[in-house]
Structures are given as structure tokens and as C-alpha cells.
């Protein structure tokens, strides 16, 4: 998009046949011309920064409802496992079995295997959220970066093009003031068209590093914000998957009681 502009633009060297012409003229058209390149430089910087600030909340939306997703998928695993266990173990008991102490153990067993399956896939499904979510603002954050590198190329580019335009304006008055025989008013006006050239060059780039820095600014702002959504995101599922690991441990808990040395889960 950067090179294509710059292709597009005018070059200094179309206003030469204008200085010889008319210099007042002349001045007022290489303004004029340092002013619209810098005005839509302007303009594709805020194209870039609308560009990336949807993508960047784009993303954070789908990776905010995929993790809720995840974790609802998660928490129903966790309490059918329990459910499944909890059906096996009537079955087991509903056995007429001569060993009793021997149809106990195995209740117990399927009780602590099935409760160990649950704890295990619970920290699976946290650590896969929380590995998705670093991916997802890893992204975020690079493609605030690449927005804000073509910002600052543009910027750049086109800064040292006016820069570039404004000398070469200035040293033509130059060359026209050297060249002038006539009254020294001609001398003076030839010295306040180069200061405005210099001063419309000042003010133009100045606008333009405001613009760019404004653009940084906000696609940090909203690296941020969908960051932080990102990470609120991991909160709740976090919380939902965890909530259904103790549900389901309490339900298998009620049959075959918690395991030695574990804390009571609340």
C-alpha cells in the first residue's frame, strides 16, 4: 500500500516549469503540494490503524467465545465421566458377590481411578485454555506490530519526502534570488516564500509524527483492551472447568468417600 502511494505522488520536479513562470505562484502550489502528500499520508495511517484494530478485536472475540466454548465442552466430559463411574459402581454393587470386602475394593477402585481421570483431564483443559490464550494475544500483539511498522515506514517515507521537497523549493528561490536584478523588494519576498516553504514543511511533518504517534498510541490501547478480554476469558473458564472437576469428585465422593489424606472439597 506504502509503495503504491509514493509511485502516485507528485514529484518536485513537475513545479520547476511553475518557478519559472511565477515564483509567488509557484510557492503557494509547492505548499500546497507538501501539504496534500502529509494529508494523505494521514489518511492511510488512519486506514492501517482501522484495518488493524478490527482484526485485533476480531480476534480477541473468537478467541474469547472459543475458550468458553472449550471449557463447556470440558466441564460436560468431566460430569459424564462421573455419571459413567457412578453407573458402574451400581452395577458392581447390585453383583451377588461371596467375596464382599472384595466387591467393595473394586467400588472403591473404579471411585479413585475415575476421580484421578477427572482431576487429570481438568488440568489438561486448563492448560490448553491458558496455552490458547497466550497463542491468541501472541497474534494480537503481532499485528498491532505490523500495523504499527507500515505506520512508521509511511511516516518515515514520507517525511523525508517533503524534507527532500522543501530544500529543493528553497534552493531554487535561491537560485532565483541570485538571478534577480531588480528591486530589493524582489530580494525580500524571494527570502519570506523560502521560510514559508520551511515553515509549511516544519508543520507538515509535525502533523504527520502526530498522526503516526496517535496511531501507535491507540493500537496499543487496543492491544490492551483485547488482551485483558482475552485473559478475563481464561478467568471464567478456568473457574467453569474447576467447578465441574469438584461436582463430579463429590458425586463419586458420596459412594466410595474422598481419598486418604485429601482435603474435603467444599
Known sequence: MVSDYLKNNRSIGELDALFEHDRIAAMKIAATVLNHEVSTAITNIGEINQIANARIMADSQVASAKMMTDAEIASTHLIAKAELAMLDIKMQDQQNTEEIAVQADMIREIGNSTAEVIT????????????????????????????????????????????????????????????????????????????????????????????????????????????????????????????????????IYEIVGPPLGSAPIA
Open 120 to 251: 487429570h483431564s481438568a488440568q489438561e483443559a486448563v492448560q490448553a485454555i491458558q496455552n490458547e490464550a497466550a497463542e491468541a494475544i501472541q497474534r494480537l500483539k503481532q499485528n498491532a506490530t505490523n500495523a504499527i511498522l507500515m505506520n512508521k515506514s509511511l511516516s518515515a517515507e514520507i517525511s523525508a519526502r517533503v524534507v527532500d521537497s522543501a530544500e529543493k523549493a528553497k534552493e531554487k528561490l535561491d537560485q532565483a534570488k541570485r538571478h534577480v536584478r531588480t528591486a530589493e523588494e524582489l530580494i525580500v519576498e524571494a527570502a519570506k516564500q523560502k521560510q514559508l516553504i520551511t515553515d509549511t514543511a516544519h508543520e507538515s511533518s509535525l502533523e504527520l509524527r502526530q498522526a503516526a504517534e496517535h496511531s501507535i498510541a491507540n493500537l496499543h490501547a487496543i492491544t490492551d483492551a483485547a488482551s485483558k478480554a482475552i485473559a478475563e476469558a481464561v478467568v471464567l473458564s478456568q473457574t467453569r472447568i474447576l467447578e465441574a472437576r469438584d461436582r463430579a469428585l463429590r458425586r
